[in-house]
Structure formats: C-alpha cells, structure tokens
C-alpha cells in the first residue's frame, strides 16, 4: 500500500479511502496518523457485498469496515458515501455507520468549514430500494437481508420492475448551488457525467486502478470496461479516483500497488 498525494489548488488537506471491502484497515489508520488530514472523506464499498448469511447484517459480519469509520473519525472529521456493495445496508445499518461518529451522505449534503461536502449514492444501492419498495409487504418476507436463494426472486422482481442501475441525481443541482466549495463523494468515477460544473471537486473509487496497468493505463474497470478513461489519479483537474484499499477480483493487480489517497492544494 502506497501514501499518494495529489494536488488540487485551494483544496483542504484532506484524505480519501475507497473499496476497503472488509480488508485489515490497521494500514490505513497508521497512515492517517502519520499524514494527520484535516478531514477524511470515504467513497464507499467498506464491505464486500455478497448476500448476508443468517440475515446478519454485513456491518457485523465484516468489523473491519465500521473499524475503519471508527478509527477515521477519531483523527479527523469523516464523510463516507455508499458505493455498490452497500447495496443491501438499511436505515439501521446506516445508523450502525453514523454511531462511529463518521457522517454518511446519501444522496445528500452538509456544510463542514467554508465547504458543501455531498455524497452520491450508487446506483446499485437505489435499484436495491426501488425493487424493495415495489414489492408487495407479504412478497419481502421475513428477513431482514436477501436470504440465499431468496434473492433470485427480488432481484428478479427488480428486473422486471428496474433494469436499470440509475444513480438518484435529482438534488445534485441545489447541492452545486449551496454556499462554499463543493466536493462531491462519488463512488462510480463515470457518474462525472452528471455532476454540475460548480462542483470543484469529485472524489472517487470503484475502479481499482483498472486491476492491470500496462504503460500507465488501468485494462479493467467494472462500469467502463476495457481500457477505461478514469482509474487513478487526477482527472480535468477537479476528480480525484483513488485505486483502493483491496483488491477483491480473483486475480491479482500488476503494477498497481493499493493507495491512500491525500489531496493538498
Ligand atoms: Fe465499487
């Protein structure tokens, strides 16, 4: 794991994590510790996001991604936005996540110190609601996760009510109009499309470098391909994508070291 730092101008010295996805988060807290942010912003996948087993929520079934909260916001205030694999968290799990004194953003915003700090909620994650909320209460069951062998039926139904993954993007003008810099937590680097011109800073993940660098260029990216545009570094001069804290594909990265992101003007 590698400390990189990137230089946006006028921007606070912050840091920013993405797609921990349950791994030891006791390197990124020494790193933290040795850099002292003055803020901490999170872009989501803290956990890995496969079905619950025995309707036990992902949050306690992965420790190490509230650990993480936890330890993040004892050094600096901390933002964290909802990435994919969030997809399956509820109202009570979210609750789990602001306990560790870290603030989540879904699909919203605050003001911290001079700046509109937003988080925009993968696409995922609402396509999960959508289908939750159109079926009929006696079709949810009774757990309180997609059991195994369950899911096949919601996500059917989602399928046939949703197909698509659509982030909600409807507040993302009134944040851009809020007072102060704006900094966007975006988990998906190709949301960038949607986001207003105001917004001075978007931060990201989800692309874990491109899995493979050759010549400098990621060869992967779930969401934009082979040979995707955003994988790691700066991009326009206002999006920062972070290559993450883990690696999670069945095969391992070359020439692509994880990283923890810090961005000083
Ligand atoms: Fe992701």
Known sequence: MVDSFYTIPGAPFLAHLSDLHNRDYHPVERSLLRHRPELICVTGDIIYGTMPEDDI??????PN????????????????????????????????MRATGAVVLDNDWVEHDGLAIGGL???????HRRALSNLPGDERGAHRYPARGGVRDIMKTAAELLMEKLPDDDWLMSFAS???????LSHHPEYRRLVPKEVELILSGHA???QWRLFGHGVYAPG?????????????????VSAGLSNTAPAPRFFNPTQVVYVQS
């Open 121 to 127: 909620t993968s696409g995922h994650v609402m396509r």
């Open 224 to 240: 934009q391909g082979i040979w995707p545009k955003l994988t790691k570094g700066i991009y326009d001069g206002r999006q920062v």
């Open 65 to 96: 991604a509230l650990g993480l909260l936890r330890a993040c916001a004892d050094i600096a205030p901390t933002f964290v936005s909802l990435g994919n694999h969030e997809w399956m968290l509820d109202e009570e799990d979210l609750d789990a």
């Open 57 to 62: 929520s992902p949050l306690v079934a992965q």
């Open 208 to 210: 874990h470098g491109g």
């Open 178 to 184: 809020a007072p102060g810099h704006h900094f966007l």
